[in-house]
């Protein structure tokens, strides 16, 4: 152990926990005072305006993962990471057309989680059960990949002087704890801070560096060119990662953007139909945050080269620690660790909301009323965390394609949710099996047949839509009252 | 009788962006004519970016009028 290193380790740590600290005091010192109903707790009482969906719809969205990962991805696969801002665009449209009409359900039926929406519209409270379950499940591995990438930006910011371990199990409980008290107002004032922090490092690293070291852009893809022309463009046909790839995934992952239980949260959140569309039409430029990130990591691949797998995603603050001053890391590691902090906040928090409500209380009916909801949601933050915690020591996995896993599960969500978003009239068995069909392919796809040259969720929605279909053909027609009359819509139907 | 036309010009307006970035950015899988010192594969990407959010607008733009 250097001298230096702790040094530098010291500086650039304090400036990481007073980021951290500062901004979970200034999310609590911006939060309302008095009784906090579940609604209030989960989805902010239905009161966000532009600017919370705006944090909410994509900055809990682009996470850690876009932070280290994106620039990982260059430095490992080049143009294959155009995926990301490209599903992004999708996503994008899709929320358009899809989330007003899901916070309308939402308002006028009194909903506030994902299987809220589903065993409602479908009136089948199994369905309710399995997304319930599915969600839970599926959000573990997305906190365990927020959790990763938090070890690493603390690891790094620490100089090898820190374990980031520890670090890591430390801020998450603090996080934990943060959510816990604070609710979704909480963490979109969090989201906030985070977003603008995050806005500013890169733009610092994607535009500074390159033009530091390379004079411009264009001397770095020029001398990218030399040294690594192949990953200027994406493989041909079917290979791994290649065009059939890119394809099938921006196409994939765009449909499944806002299928994520916290995004379903953030929508039931809207004050208004028009501030998500007006959402949609801002959301987009986000994702030019990406495409300073890619900047970053091709410089790290010029900068840093030599390193594989699991270290590309370090490569961007390796350029970072190698060539710049401790504070500025401590300023990137304190952007880089509330990119991972505040999204699984939100994600925590829709999926404690999920097991209270279509889990623990289906199981026990009439045991817990409303008034005890807002307490059991707040125990299931931490049920939760504890999980997510357990869960990472278990079983660690690369960044990237645990994100995938994610996508592909939470996609199958689609045809229930487009269904109940449009009026469709299907039936709840057909979505209940077509959804457990689909995760069991995708899983299936992704874990024993790996690295298809296509997205394996896709395979699952196929499979999902087919078995929706099937059961809706077999199904007798008249058996089952439609899902939902149009006089329906006025009378909420649940509390 | 006008609404199914409009509807339809949306969607189209809606498949602009998704085709660019889907199919597009595959076949325009070259690094020349760069674009300002950017790949032109990435350049595409980022028009594309620029471009969506006055899809939107377009969009956006119909269904008001349609009322």
Same mark, same amino acid.
């Given at each position: 152990?250097?001298?230096?290193?702790?040094?530098?380790?010291?500086?650039?740590?304090?400036?990481?926990?007073?980021?951290?600290?500062?901004?979970?005091?200034?999310?609590?010192?911006?939060?309302?005072?008095?009784?906090?109903?579940?609604?209030?707790?989960?989805?902010?009482?239905?009161?966000?305006?532009?600017?919370?969906?705006?944090?909410?719809?994509?900055?809990?969205?682009?996470?850690?993962?876009?932070?280290?990962?994106?620039?990982?991805?260059?430095?490992?696969?080049?143009?294959?990471?155009?995926?990301?801002?490209?599903?992004?665009?999708?996503?994008?449209?899709?929320?358009?057309?899809?989330?007003?009409?899901?916070?309308?359900?939402?308002?006028?039926?009194?909903?506030?989680?994902?299987?809220?929406?589903?065993?409602?519209?479908?009136?089948?409270?199994?369905?309710?059960?399995?997304?319930?379950?599915?969600?839970?499940?599926?959000?573990?591995?997305?906190?365990?990949?927020?959790?990763?990438?938090?070890?690493?930006?603390?690891?790094?910011?620490?100089?090898?002087?820190?374990?980031?371990?520890?670090?890591?199990?430390?801020?998450?409980?603090?996080?934990?704890?943060?959510?816990?008290?604070?609710?979704?107002?909480?963490?979109?004032?969090?989201?906030?801070?985070?977003?603008?922090?995050?806005?500013?490092?890169?733009?610092?690293?994607?535009?500074?560096?390159?033009?530091?070291?390379?004079?411009?852009?264009?001397?770095?893809?020029?001398?990218?060119?030399?040294?690594?022309?192949?990953?200027?463009?994406?493989?041909?046909?079917?290979?791994?990662?290649?065009?059939?790839?890119?394809?099938?995934?921006?196409?994939?992952?765009?449909?499944?953007?806002?299928?994520?239980?916290?995004?379903?949260?953030?929508?039931?959140?809207?004050?208004?139909?028009?501030?998500?569309?007006?959402?949609?039409?801002?959301?987009?430029?986000?994702?030019?945050?990406?495409?300073?990130?890619?900047?970053?990591?091709?410089?790290?691949?010029?900068?840093?080269?030599?390193?594989?797998?699991?270290?590309?995603?370090?490569?961007?603050?390796?350029?970072?620690?190698?060539?710049?001053?401790?504070?500025?890391?401590?300023?990137? $590691?304190?952007?880089?660790?509330?990119?991972?902090?505040?999204?699984?906040?939100?994600?925590?928090?829709?999926? $404690?909301?999920?097991?209270?409500?279509?889990?623990?209380?289906?199981?026990?009916?009439?045991?817990?009323?409303?008034?005890?909801?807002?307490?059991?949601?707040?125990?299931?933050?931490?049920?939760?965390?504890?999980?997510?915690?357990?869960?990472?020591?278990?079983?660690?996995?690369?960044?990237?394609?645990?994100?995938?896993?994610?996508?592909?599960?939470?996609?199958?969500?689609?045809?229930?949710?487009?269904?109940?978003?449009?009026?469709?009239?299907?039936?709840?068995?057909?979505?209940?099996?077509?959804?457990?069909?689909?995760?069991?392919?995708?899983?299936?796809?992704?874990?024993?047949?790996?690295?298809?040259?296509?997205?394996?969720?896709?395979?699952?929605?196929?499979?999902?839509?087919?078995?929706?279909?099937?059961?809706?053909?077999?199904?007798?027609?008249?058996?089952?009252?439609?899902?939902?009359?149009?006089?329906?819509?006025?009378?909420?139907?649940?509390? | 009788?006008?609404?199914?036309?409009?509807?339809?010009?949306?969607?189209?307006?809606?498949?602009?962006?998704?085709?660019?970035?889907?199919?597009?950015?595959?076949?325009?899988?070259?690094?020349?004519?760069?674009?300002?010192?950017?790949?032109?594969?990435?350049?595409?990407?980022?028009?594309?970016?620029?471009?969506?959010?006055?899809?939107?607008?377009?969009?956006?733009?119909?269904?008001?009028?349609?009322?």
């Amino acid at each position: 152990m250097m001298p230096e290193s702790v040094a530098a380790g010291r500086i650039a740590l304090s400036i990481v926990v007073v980021i951290i600290a500062g901004t979970i005091a200034f999310a609590l010192l911006n939060l309302k005072r008095g009784r906090v109903d579940p609604a209030e707790y989960a989805i902010g009482g239905r009161s966000f305006g532009t600017i919370f969906l705006w944090v909410l719809l994509a900055g809990e969205i682009y996470t850690a993962f876009t932070f280290l990962g994106a620039a990982g991805w260059i430095y490992l696969h080049g143009a294959a990471a155009y995926y990301i801002p490209a599903y992004g665009a999708i996503g994008y449209l899709v929320g358009y057309a899809l989330l007003p009409r899901i916070r309308r359900l939402g308002a006028e039926r009194g909903l506030v989680t994902a299987p809220d929406l589903l065993a409602n519209y479908y009136r089948s409270p199994r369905l309710g059960v399995l997304a319930a379950i599915l969600y839970v499940v599926l959000a573990l591995p997305y906190v365990t990949l927020q959790l990763s990438g938090l070890q690493i930006v603390l690891s790094s910011a620490g100089y090898g002087w820190l374990n980031g371990t520890l670090g890591a199990a430390v801020a998450f409980t603090a996080i934990a704890l943060f959510t816990f008290t604070a609710g979704l107002r909480g963490t979109a004032w969090a989201s906030l801070v985070k977003d603008g922090l995050v806005l500013a490092v890169v733009l610092f690293a994607g535009v500074a560096i390159p033009i530091h070291f390379f004079g411009s852009l264009g001397g770095m893809f020029a001398q990218l060119q030399r040294t690594n022309a192949a990953l200027l463009t994406l493989r041909s046909g079917d290979a791994p990662l290649g065009q059939v790839w890119f394809v099938t995934t921006v196409l994939f992952t765009g449909i499944g953007f806002y299928m994520g239980p916290h995004s379903i949260a953030a929508t039931f959140s809207a004050r208004s139909d028009n501030t998500l569309r007006r959402n949609a039409m801002l959301l987009p430029l986000y994702s030019i945050v990406l495409v300073v990130i890619f900047f970053a990591g091709y410089a790290a691949l010029l900068l840093v080269p030599g390193l594989h797998g699991h270290a590309a995603d370090r490569s961007f603050l390796l350029v970072i620690a190698r060539y710049y001053p401790p504070w500025v890391m401590g300023f990137v $590691a304190g952007a880089g660790a509330l990119a991972a902090l505040v999204p699984s906040s939100a994600l925590i928090l829709a999926s $404690a909301a999920i097991a209270v409500r279509n889990i623990v209380r289906p199981a026990f009916p009439g045991r817990i009323d409303t008034r005890h909801e807002t307490l059991a949601m707040r125990l299931a933050v931490i049920a939760i965390s504890a999980a997510a915690l357990l869960a990472w020591w278990l079983v660690p996995e690369t960044l990237g394609s645990l994100l995938l896993v994610y996508y592909s599960g939470i996609t199958q969500f689609l045809p229930g949710v487009v269904g109940a978003a449009f009026g469709l009239r299907l039936r709840g068995i057909a979505v209940t099996l077509g959804l457990a069909a689909g995760v069991v392919t995708a899983a299936l796809l992704t874990y024993v047949l790996a690295h298809l040259g296509f997205n394996p969720g896709l395979g699952g929605l196929i499979v999902n839509l087919a078995v929706v279909g099937i059961v809706e053909r077999l199904s007798p027609k008249t058996k089952t009252s439609p899902p939902m009359a149009d006089s329906s819509l006025e009378a909420p139907t649940t509390d | 009788m006008n609404s199914w036309r409009t509807r339809a010009l949306r969607i189209a307006i809606a498949l602009l962006p998704v085709l660019a970035f889907a199919v597009g950015t595959p076949l325009l899988n070259r690094v020349e004519p760069q674009i300002l010192g950017i790949p032109l594969n990435l350049a595409w990407v980022i028009l594309w970016i620029l471009l969506t959010p006055i899809c939107l607008l377009a969009i956006e733009r119909l269904r008001r009028s349609q009322g």
